[in-house]
């Protein structure tokens, strides 16, 4: 039977993990086909699918030709990439499969972090001559050119980043902290003028590496090389709308990159995808360069994607349920609650399941009713009228589901409810099912360290573990008990009982903790274990010749000997209690009226019960108890001495 227990319970947890991993991808993955389609009705155009990315090509930095890239664009049926030697510039042109095919240099071309090519080759850079300056130049294998032979396009005292977008033959480049879009012929007159700020930079709190131009997109990337606080960052900002389509920072987690941090250098859109590279370093001497390719989605197959994704998740989540209430099943089989309890535990989980699923319905169809909202507000003529039926609909789903999440969740009170009184009704019996268990699990330790010995040992009477004891391997036990006898005058004829009692029964027990060789460090955890059940008042059971079921200690002496190497000698003094039993009878309350007893006049002493027969006194200096029954006629105190 504990075989059989042992495997249900190993596949209920295995089948619980899934199951709870799988509702966690779910919910992601609902999340995120409502906030595309929010981003859909908002506008949005662009994204990235990370989960779909390409490795391209990895490299050592420094083992040459294999330098390492700062930037890389597709380039003569293969790719053209550059990185910076000292203050010089490599191009270097790289086959389909990224393998070296040739280069060139650029003396003085500064750090390489972005260029653009146009449609007759040419490449379009910054160099430093005079500051910073945009050239154009063709890209010459093994050949090697001065920055001060190029003809200047535009010159600028700040470092100058440049792309080229060859689908709208347009020059980008960011100057100061904007990024410029200009024709070809006039870089000194930007037909578009965008602040880094705007497009989701934080300037002097990100470091921005590199970007591209795919009009009306501009893509940017930040992050430092050896810091958490400045991850790796990707961005899309549209132009025309001048709006955000995304700021995220990358997963790198899920890229496979052998290092801790991730420097971002690169990015360029091919429209389909961006092209990336990474300095995968750990912040000393090694390093890798990585060129990932990441698809780029559209809104529409955004929304598409994670539809399927979503949809792929929800079987997984039903095969997953399905596991699992079977290892559940075959796992209730052999708990030791009570059938009851089992039933009503699932009652009220599903009705807490029932609840959260309705919870889920009810915010999707709200966060559906909002972007059919914007839609509507949005449209005019025949697609309006078709959003208001669609939109009236959705309310009226919308109140459905609110109807039956108020009916579930009073089905869910009344099943904690029915539940909770199950619980009630038997954790006593299980407390002590539990109690009883361990210790004869700590009665099996006892026996098993001392060999069966006699010994004396104390534990708790609620132990917390089967390592809740402390064996004393007693020298001496002392025991001592008192009786309470009244040594003063008694009221004549008082029966002598009522003036004595038992007192207390105490035992003083001598001895040590025992152990191997050298287990002086164990056995000192040992009696800090002691120390705290008496700084706690813990109730304990004294097992010996003399035995106290309920006992608190009431003291402890260790004397110090650092000769000892394998005991540590202790007494304990420990005072036997009992739970207080009161034998008074409470006399009962008489709760009707026997009737009215007839007033007769007697000579006893006649107490008023009106207000006027209360007098208060203040009393004075000079005052005394004879003066006061002297005015008021009170014989008692007009007898009293006072001392």
Not at 316 to 321: E, F, I, P, V, Y
């Amino acid at each position: 039977m504990a075989a059989t227990v042992d495997i249900a319970k190993n596949a209920y947890n295995s089948t619980l993990s899934v199951l709870n991993n799988v509702k966690a991808a779910y919910d992601q993955a609902n999340t995120d086909y409502l906030d595309s389609l929010d981003d859909q009705a908002n506008g949005a155009g662009l994204d990235i699918n990370e989960s779909a990315h390409q490795l391209m090509a990895q490299y050592v930095v420094g083992k040459s030709p294999y330098v390492g890239s700062q930037y890389c664009i597709p380039y003569g049926g293969g790719y053209l990439i550059s990185y910076s030697s000292g203050e010089d510039t490599i191009y270097q042109q790289m086959d389909s499969s990224m393998k070296y095919v040739s280069k060139m240099t650029v003396k003085n071309g500064g750090h390489g972090s972005s260029f653009g090519i146009d449609n007759s080759g040419n490449i379009w850079a910054s160099v430093r001559h005079n500051g910073y300056q945009i050239s154009k130049f063709p890209y010459q294998p093994g050949s090697t050119i001065e920055a001060s032979s190029l003809t200047s396009l535009y010159n600028s005292p700040d470092i100058l980043r440049v792309n080229y977008d060859t689908s709208n033959n347009l020059v980008g480049y960011t100057t100061a902290e904007s990024y410029c879009v200009c024709d070809p012929e006039n870089l000194s007159n930007p037909k578009k003028t965008v602040s880094l700020s705007a497009m989701g930079f934080s300037v002097g709190q990100q470091t921005w590496q590199s970007q591209s131009l795919s009009y009306p997109y501009i893509f940017w990337q930040s992050g430092a090389y050896n810091s958490n606080s400045d991850p790796a960052t990707v961005g899309c900002f549209n132009a025309d709308t001048n709006t955000k389509e995304f700021v995220k920072s990358y997963l790198t987690s899920s890229y496979g990159m052998k290092y801790s941090y991730n420097e971002p250098e690169g990015i360029y859109s091919t429209g389909s995808a961006v092209l990336v590279t990474f300095n995968n370093n750990d912040n000393g001497s090694n390093s890798i360069n990585y060129l990932f390719s990441i698809p780029t989605l559209t809104a529409d197959s955004t929304v598409s994607e994670r539809l399927k994704a979503l949809n792929n998740l929800k079987k997984a989540l039903a095969d997953a349920t399905t596991a699992f209430n079977s290892a559940k099943s075959d796992f209730q089989k052999y708990q030791s609650t009570s059938k009851t309890i089992v039933k009503d535990t699932r009652l009220y989980k599903n009705a807490m399941k029932d609840v959260k699923s309705q919870q889920k319905l009810v915010l999707s169809t709200k966060k559906k009713i909002a972007i059919v909202t914007k839609q509507y507000n949005k449209a005019t003529g025949t697609k309006k009228a078709a959003l208001k039926k669609q939109l009236d609909n959705l309310k009226k789903v919308y109140q459905e589901q609110n109807s039956a999440l108020t009916k579930l969740k009073k089905k869910q009170a009344t099943a904690k409810s029915k539940l909770s009184k199950a619980q009630s009704k038997s954790l006593s019996a299980q407390k002590a099912t539990q109690r009883a268990i361990l210790k004869k699990a700590i009665g099996a330790a006892v026996m098993a360290e001392t060999g069966g010995k006699d010994v004396t040992w104390i534990t708790p009477v609620n132990p917390g573990s089967k390592e809740s004891y402390a064996i004393l391997w007693p020298d001496s036990e002392d025991f001592s008990e008192t009786v309470n006898v009244n040594e003063t005058a008694v009221i004549k004829h008082t029966p002598i009982n009522t003036v004595t009692q038992a007192g207390t029964e105490s035992i003083s027990v001598g001895g040590a903790l025992i152990g191997e060789d050298g287990s002086v460090p164990t056995l000192v955890k040992k009696f800090e274990r002691v120390r705290g059940w008496a700084q706690n008042t813990a109730e304990v059971s004294l097992i010996g010749q003399t035995s106290f079921p309920h006992a608190i200690i009431s003291g402890i002496d260790k004397p110090h000997d650092t000769y000892l190497t394998n005991q540590v000698p202790l007494t304990i003094t420990l005072q036997k209690v009992d739970w207080a039993d009161s034998n008074v009878k409470k006399k009962a309350n008489s709760s009707k009226n026997k009737g009215k007893a007839n007033k007769k006049s007697g000579s006893g002493h006649k107490q008023k019960n009106s207000k006027s027969a209360v007098r208060t006194v203040t009393t004075k200096p000079g005052d005394t108890y004879y003066k006061f029954a002297q005015k008021y006629q009170c014989q008692c105190c007009s007898t009293t001495q006072m001392e």
